[in-house]
Every structure is written in structure tokens, then in C-alpha cells.
């Protein structure tokens, strides 16, 4: 699907809103940082493959990946294919780089205890970050961490994080993205930022020295851990991270009931103007609506223009100041939506 068609179809779906959109495109190739490939076996041979539905297709090279991953994909098969114990079973492979690191990540079907041996090497005769990950087993071999550097509005931003964070998908349209709220925020009165689903701080980091202070949540352990690590990072002292919930945190900030995991974190300590949320494809949930509702400021990323409208339907007593579409994924038919609701 091409960038107008895109535009023409969210215009479509938005139409009630009676807003001058803003659109931001990608480049066309090699802009996807995070890859996974099924592996298919044909007598005594792999090779990567997508399916669609019952077909499958044979993948020489993917135009659309990261040039560091597609310069890796056919020496990393073509060792595959010289050890018969690496390839026996092996299921998928996924790829994730960063501007500065690249790794990749093996699935199997049996044991990986039993080419332990063969993965080290392999690693080291590619100098990879390799992964590897059989039923409840996990083994690393050289680093698994990825460093990252993000340039917003002419200031560069450092992060780690490994292939178990969540991780957008194309860098330079998660720079457009950020840059996109910041300019927006910097326009605004604010306090403090209450944000949801932070994950590793993608959002967190940048906007630090805008508010006074910010309450970011995410449940992932892994996450949050390396969001903390990310504040070391940036020299960052006025970001509270903790682990719990959207829905446990609505219920702490009621007063319904108290978690452990907030034991360090004073709730009445935040004034709070804006709430950022970036939840998953099915939107928010009843309950994070009824907690986003408390605050006169919505920031909401999306990654599903339908759900944003089930929710926009849902918050009738906010009036969208700004939408923006972000060209994620070129050529498919995917949008990435940033909405500023303000309180009527």
C-alpha cells in the first residue's frame, strides 16, 4: 500500500474529527530493525521463509530490513547450512539491530544444551551477539545487550536494551515520533507526566527535562530494569520507574489497595498535567480509560488507528488537538498514530 493510499484511508477514518492531519513517511528499504523469519527445510537444506495464510515464500534477501541485518542473513544460513547439528530442528531466526549493534536469535526444537558447543563457535566465527532459545531454556553467547542512540531535535540520547524488550521497529520514524511529542510539549503548560507502558524508556528519556517529575509504569521486569539502567545513562534523576500494571497502578491511585512494588514511590508527591500512554494493538483497556480520564492531558500513541477510535469514543469529554500519522511499517498497510487530547 503506498504512503497515499495511507493517507487517504486515515483521513477516511478520522474524518469526524475535522483536523488538518500531519504525516510522517520512512524510507521505502532497510529501515526495519527487528526481523523474524520461519525456517524452512528442504532435503537436508534451510532457508529463510515467510507464510501467508498456507503459503509460504522463500526469502533471498528482504529489501525492507536494516542493511546490517541483510548483509547477516546469508552468511549466517550459509553457516547454518555447513552444521547439520545447528540447522536439525531449528525453527525461526529473528534479527534485531540498533545503529550501533546487531544480534540474532535462534529458536529451536529440541534441546539446546546439546549444541551448546557448536553456537559458541558459531558465534565467534561470525563475531555475532548470538542468542539461542529452546523450551524453557535460554543461552547467550558473546552479549546479548544492544546499544542505541536516538537524535532528538539535535540531541542525541543513549539506550540498551536486549530482544526481550519491546522495541520500535523502524529508528528513524521512532525518532519522528518522539521529536513529534516533544515539539508538541513544549508548547504546553506542564507539572508532572504519568506514563503508561514505558517499556526501557524509549519515551521516558527524552521527555525528562520538560516535567518536574514523571511516574512511568510497565509491567515487564525486564524492561524496567534497563529503563533504570537508561536514566543512568542520560545523567536522568527526575523519572520514578516502577513495575506494576496500568490497571494495578489505577487501583493504587485510588487507594483501593496497596502494592510492594510502589513501597518507595509517594503517589500524593506527583501533580500530574499530562498521562502518555503507548498500550498494545487492542487499545486501552476500560480500566486504564477510566484512569486516563482523571487527567486533562492525553497523550496517546497507537499502534492501531481502530482501536485509537474505539477509545476516542470512549473519551468524548476530550477534544483532539493534534493527530499525526507515522509511516512505521513502508509498503504495508500499518499506521502509527499520535493523538494530543485535551479535556473539554
Do not use: W
Amino acid at each position: 500500500m503506498t504512503l497515499d493510499e495511507k493517507i487517504s484511508l486515515a483521513k477516511d477514518l478520522f474524518k469526524d474529527y475535522n483536523l488538518d492531519f500531519e504525516f510522517f513517511d520512512s524510507k521505502q528499504d532497510s529501515y526495519r530493525n527487528r526481523v523474524e523469519f520461519s525456517i524452512f527445510h528442504k532435503d537436508d537444506e534451510i532457508f529463510y521463509a515467510m507464510f501467508n495464510k498456507k503459503e509460504k515464500y522463500i526469502i533471498k534477501d528482504f529489501a525492507l530490513a536494516d542493511q546490517k541485518i541483510r548483509d547477516l542473513m546469508p552468511l549466517l544460513l550459509a553457516k547454518l547450512n555447513e552444521k547439520q547439528k545447528l540447522r536439525q530442528r531449528l525453527f525461526a531466526v529473528e534479527f534485531l539491530s540498533t545503529k550501533h549493534d546487531l544480534s540474532a536469535t535462534l529458536l529451536y526444537h529440541k534441546d539446546i544444551e546439546e549444541i551448546k558447543k557448536e553456537l559458541d563457535e558459531l558465534s565467534k566465527e561470525l563475531d555475532l551477539k548470538l542468542i539461542a532459545r529452546s523450551k524453557g531454556k535460554k543461552l547467550v553467547f558473546k552479549d546479548e545487550i544492544l546499544r542505541q542512540s536516538l537524535n532528538i531535535n539535535s540531541k542525541t540520547f543513549h539506550y540498551i536494551y536486549n530482544n526481550d524488550c519491546f522495541v520500535q521497529a523502524n529508528t528513524d520514524i521512532n525518532e519522528k515520533m518522539i521529536s513529534y511529542v516533544k515539539n508538541k510539549l513544549e508548547k504546553e503548560k506542564r507539572k508532572d507526566l504519568l506514563e503508561l507502558y514505558c517499556g526501557y524508556g524509549n519515551f521516558t528519556i527524552p521527555l525528562a527535562s520538560l516535567f518536574d517529575k514523571i511516574l512511568a509504569v510497565e509491567l515487564s521486569k525486564k524492561n524496567i530494569e534497563f529503563a533504570l539502567k537508561n536514566c543512568e545513562l542520560n545523567g536522568i534523576k527526575n523519572i520514578n520507574f516502577a513495575r506494576v500494571s496500568s490497571e494495578e497502578l489505577y487501583k493504587a491511585l485510588k487507594k483501593e489497595r496497596e502494592f510492594f512494588r510502589l513501597r518507595a514511590i509517594n503517589l500524593d508527591d506527583f501533580c500530574f498535567s499530562h498521562i502518555l500512554v503507548d498500550p498494545p494493538r487492542a487499545g486501552l483497556s476500560k480500566e486504564v480509560i477510566e484512569l486516563v480520564r482523571s487527567y486533562e492531558n492525553i497523550v496517546y500513541v497507537s499502534c492501531n488507528p481502530l482501536s485509537l477510535i474505539k477509545n476516542l469514543q470512549e473519551l468524548k469529554e476530550y477534544k483532539v488537538k493534534n493527530l499525526a500519522f507515522f509511516d512505521q511499517f513502508a509498503s504495508t498497510k500499518h499506521l502509527e498514530c499520535v493523538a494530543f487530547l485535551r479535556k473539554d
